[in-house]
């Protein structure tokens, strides 16, 4: 048998690799309730591991892979427009913290850009690289679109996107155990802040209202930085 011809043939084919990304969440999916829902075994995480491991083996670009699989790229917007539901039960809420949110989306989302900047300015990376590093903390439609409006590489641009949603769901209930944060508030504003669609898919596990928190601080920041970015990088070109 002709391995390399039926390795081309089957990576060529896009339904394949659909298959297979569907495949290895569902497979995480399994894993995760398996380990009784282990912070470690995010089904995000599991999928990521697969498919990035199925990737390299078979030399696929990451051009090749995105165009394959481009139809659940047009579902996420349909998807994070469903997080509107626990929103719309917890308005009045929300409408009662505005003015907290509103500095905090600033501060933060402000203080998240530029640390990344200085630690990458530390490490003496190319400039395309830190631009790309500045649209980590949003959902990746936004990304896409924002990094090529301020001059970033929009696949590295996702590639930091998708680590900085796997950490922050990975250590988040950690780092709120350890700063003793309580608040269902918060843990989903933060979550959704720092981490966005995977930071609140990992917040509506922990209830209703961290995932209206979540939700609003992923669809805020995304908005924030979407319109700040452009600017201050006109503004310092």
């Known amino acids: 048998m002709n391995y390399d011809a039926l390795v081309e043939y089957i990576t060529s084919t896009p339904l394949t690799w659909l298959i297979f990304t569907l495949g290895s969440y569902k497979l995480g999916i399994i894993i995760y309730e398996k380990a009784n829902k ?7 995480v ?3 591991i697969l498919i990035m491991s199925a990737v390299l083996i ?3 670009s990451y051009k090749e892979y995105f165009k394959s699989v481009e139809i659940i790229h047009f579902f996420l917007g349909p998807a994070t427009v469903a997080l509107a539901l626990p929103l719309y039960k917890n308005l009045k809420y929300i409408k009662s913290l505005f003015f907290p949110i509103v500095i905090t989306l600033f501060v933060a989302g402000t203080f998240s850009v530029f640390i990344a900047l200085i630690l990458l300015w530390s490490l003496d990376a190319s400039l395309s690289t830190m631009l790309s590093m500045t649209t980590k903390s949003i959902t990746a439609p936004i990304a896409i679109i924002t990094s090529e409006q301020i001059g970033a590489i929009p696949s590295l641009a996702v590639g930091f996107v998708i680590i900085t949603g796997i950490i922050g769901a990975l250590f988040g209930s950690l780092v709120f155990k350890v700063m003793k944060i309580k608040h269902d508030t918060s843990k989903g504003f933060a979550l959704g802040l720092i981490s966005h669609g995977i930071g609140t898919a990992r917040a ?5 209202k961290t995932a209206a928190f979540g939700a609003l601080a992923m669809g805020l920041c995304g908005i924030f930085t979407a319109i700040l970015l452009p600017i201050v990088i006109g503004f310092l070109n």
């Open 204 to 208: 509506v596990e922990m209830g209703e």
């Open 38 to 44: 282990h912070t470690l075994l995010q089904p995000i």
């Open 58 to 60: 078979t030399g696929t």
């Open 46 to 48: 599991i999928a990521y």
